[in-house]
């Protein structure tokens, strides 16, 4: 009876008879419980429960006390992870205590138990030493999605094609494949081996390569082998598998292999979602800057074909965060991403590097009339109106173009960037191809940076001022304090090349303190001098320097220490100043106010022009930007008369809102007269002075401002 259960697979037999495994267990004398940790649930065989209720018989503590005591100890197996094995116990019976030999598997969440007298037989403890090992083969497989598999190949199994590369011919035995088909569902074909199934389920490559890994294996005399693989079930889902081999020589042409394959989707799930994170963008869900290096770096060079890559950058997009959040912002780069993908050929590498920036890279062009086009797409996708929640928006960009034969990733998106630039300085809403003097260029726009740092260091840049007048007396009303920067060579570089190359490098903040602290210094040298002209300081505020929390604290402390006072003090702010924090520029403003300060919005007409800021924001007066003025002499009737309604259509909020108006750029005769008649109150330009320096200006005060002080006396 004993002998025959011990040639019988207990695996086996719970596998297809569970019924019949447990009234075999219950013939032990031996008890045998299984305890799921997770769910908290138990089993145990006729003996266990005897063992229980002897307890309980003997009135010294309940079964369940008796079963929470084994518990306990259970739980420092499973959170220790190995086994407990022979532990004797004193287990309450009404004979007495009696000693108990315990032993305890843990496997994962579950725990297999079996408790013998010390009188069990011998043969009891071999077949159970068996059937414990084969139980614990199945607790493995249920909770950890593994199985184990074995194959001794013969020389047969190998053999040499024509090319002599050796091939492997095997095929694997699965130890209880219907527990592996419980957690894994591959088709159930009748008229092909289980293991056969697992083994095609793969694709061609994978089985290739772990034939070749297995044949290496047996040729290289080595111990072991691992791999990792998928399975394309039928639901077109995808399991992976890691596999580890043991290689055992038992003959001279005979090998045994054991191997384990354990499902590993979860965690590579998670790499591939982690791979994909990091080499996408988390707003627009295209490639990132990572992911466009990399497919740089590993394009091959072709003998005829080149490699493209088109960097486009939003022109103006900081106005679109700025007056309509940065929520909304993200809105529209999204929106973008999906009209440019449109427009991107399928061999294309459509990428955002970040903020409003995004790459093109084609891999293979043949033809440099392929990228003309696509460039030209790209621009035309951007003007075309993009409808962002209730909005409707038309941007626009700038594409710079560079083409390499040996693709070097950084070196290929520097000319890229470089050549974006130079079509944004030349006009913007344009593209252009890098070429090497763009690069000239940019090494000389980097030593004027050097040079302008070092320049706000030493205190070289001077003041030049430009008087502001009535356009119908001509007497004085202002000055308007202009950066002048004089190289150590004598040279000057004009406001227009180093004033926004300021403002890109933020050295507009440390420059814009400086114009502040000199103006209001040299003010009040001028108002010593001549204390009977009431002298003005007009300064630009830069959009940077005005969103400074510590702005008004700053004017304040300058207004202090120079002793200028702050109602001669007007500050001529842009329009884009105020379109940022609407909230935080109000109390700004009305900080300003309260000093007694002037404000004054500059270049008005170019910007975003609102009525809202207009009616809100305590601002004295505007300036009309030079470019409407100029148009007024135009050769073009049609050009004169579109300025002139412009100039108007200011006029009538200046007088709406009580404002004072001021013409830029007013170079002869004529244009003063029109700007005159159409009602401008004052003027600024050439006809009247050019900027002029701290001694010019103390001359032209003595001929100019001093009669008219006279004259009113």
Not at 371 to 385: F, G, H, I, K, N
Not at 570 to 575: A, S
Request: aromatic share 6%; hydrophobic share 40%; net charge negative.
């Amino acid at each position: 009876m004993a002998k025959e259960p011990l040639c019988l697979s207990t695996a086996e037999l719970i596998e297809h008879h569970p019924h019949a495994a447990g009234i075999l267990l219950d013939k032990l004398s031996t008890a045998v419980y299984l305890r799921d940790s997770e769910t908290g649930s138990l089993y145990g065989n006729q003996s266990y429960h005897q063992l229980l209720e002897q307890a309980e018989l003997a009135r010294e503590c309940s079964s369940e006390e008796q079963d929470q005591l084994s518990a306990l100890i259970d739980a420092r197996a499973l959170a220790e992870g190995r086994p407990l094995l022979d532990q004797e116990e004193l287990w309450a019976s009404p004979q007495g205590k009696q000693s108990l030999l315990v032993s305890r598997f843990p496997q994962n969440r579950l725990l297999l138990g079996y408790i013998q007298h010390l009188d069990t037989s011998t043969q009891e403890r071999q077949f159970l030493q068996r059937a414990i090992e084969d139980a614990r083969c199945l607790l493995w497989q249920a909770t950890v999605r593994e199985w184990p598999w074995d194959e001794t190949i013969a020389p047969d199994a190998i053999r040499l094609s024509p090319e002599k590369d050796t091939v492997l011919h095997w095929s694997l035995r699965v130890i209880a494949p219907d527990a592996v088909r419980r957690w894994l569902p591959l088709p159930n074909n009748q008229n092909e081996a289980f293991q056969d199934t697992l083994y095609f389920a793969r694709s061609e490559s994978e089985r290739r390569r772990g034939d070749q890994l297995a044949m290496e294996a047996i040729r290289d005399n080595l111990s072991h082998y691992s791999q990792e693989f998928s399975l394309s079930l039928p639901d077109k889902t995808v399991v992976w598998l890691s596999e580890t081999v043991t290689v055992e020589r038992l003959t001279d042409d005979t090998w045994h292999l054991v191997g384990i394959a354990t499902d590993i989707t979860q965690r590579k799930e998670s790499e591939l979602q982690l791979a994909h994170q990091a080499n996408h963008d988390p707003l627009t869900g295209l490639a990132n800057r990572r992911h466009l290096l990399d497919t740089i770096a590993q394009l091959t060079p072709h003998k005829e074909c080149q490699a493209a890559l088109l960097f486009l950058d939003l022109d103006n997009f900081k106005h679109i965060n700025d007056s309509l959040g940065h929520v909304f912002g993200d809105s529209v780069l999204v929106a973008l991403a999906e009209r440019l993908q449109e427009v991107v050929p399928e061999s294309g590498l459509l990428a955002r590097l970040g903020g409003d920036e995004f790459t093109v890279l084609l891999p293979e062009i043949c033809d440099t009339d392929q990228v003309d086009l696509l460039a030209r797409r790209l621009l035309t996708s951007l003007e075309a109106p993009l409808a962002v929640g209730e909005r409707m928006l038309t941007l626009s960009g700038s594409i710079g173009v560079a083409l390499t034969d040996l693709p070097d990733a950084e070196e290929l998106l520097r000319k890229a960037d470089t050549a974006m630039y130079h079509a944004k300085n030349t006009g913007k809403g344009r593209w252009a191809q890098f070429d090497t003097s763009m690069d000239e260029r940019v090494m000389r726009r980097f030593e004027i940076e050097s040079a302008l740092r070092r320049a706000i260091q030493n205190q070289e840049i001077s003041l030049s001022f430009q008087p502001i007048v009535s356009l119908r007396t001509g007497e004085l009303h202002s000055f308007e304090a202009l950066a002048r920067w004089q190289l150590p060579s004598g040279s000057f570089i004009p406001p227009s090349s180093f004033i926004p190359l300021a403002e890109e490098t933020g050295l507009i903040i440390p420059l814009g303190a400086m114009i502040l602290q000199q103006a209001c210094e040299q003010g009040r040298k001028l108002r010593d001098a001549f204390p009977m002209i009431p002298i003005r300081m007009n300064v630009n505020i830069s959009e940077k320097q005005f969103q400074l929390p510590y702005f008004v604290d700053q004017v304040t402390r300058v207004l202090r220490e120079t002793g200028f006072p702050a109602p001669a003090l007007c500050l001529e702010l842009t329009e884009s100043v105020l379109l940022g924090d609407s909230e935080g520029c109000a109390k700004k403003i009305r900080a300003l106010e309260k000093l007694g300060i002037q404000l004054t919005l500059d270049d008005f007409g170019t910007g975003y022009s609102s009525l809202s800021y207009l009616s809100q924001l305590p601002v004295q007066g505007l300036k009309i930007d030079a470019h409407f003025i100029q148009g007024l002499t135009s050769s073009s009737r049609e050009k004169v008369a579109q300025n002139v309604a412009i100039i108007r259509a200011i006029l009538g909020l200046a007088y709406t809102f009580e404002l004072s108006v001021t013409a830029e750029g007013i170079e002869d005769e004529e244009q003063r007269r029109r700007v005159e008649s159409l009602g401008v109150t004052f003027g600024q330009g050439y006809l009247f002075a050019r900027p002029l320096s701290y001694t010019d200006v103390e001359a032209y005060l003595e001929e100019h401002a001093l009669p008219s002080v006279a004259q009113a006396a």
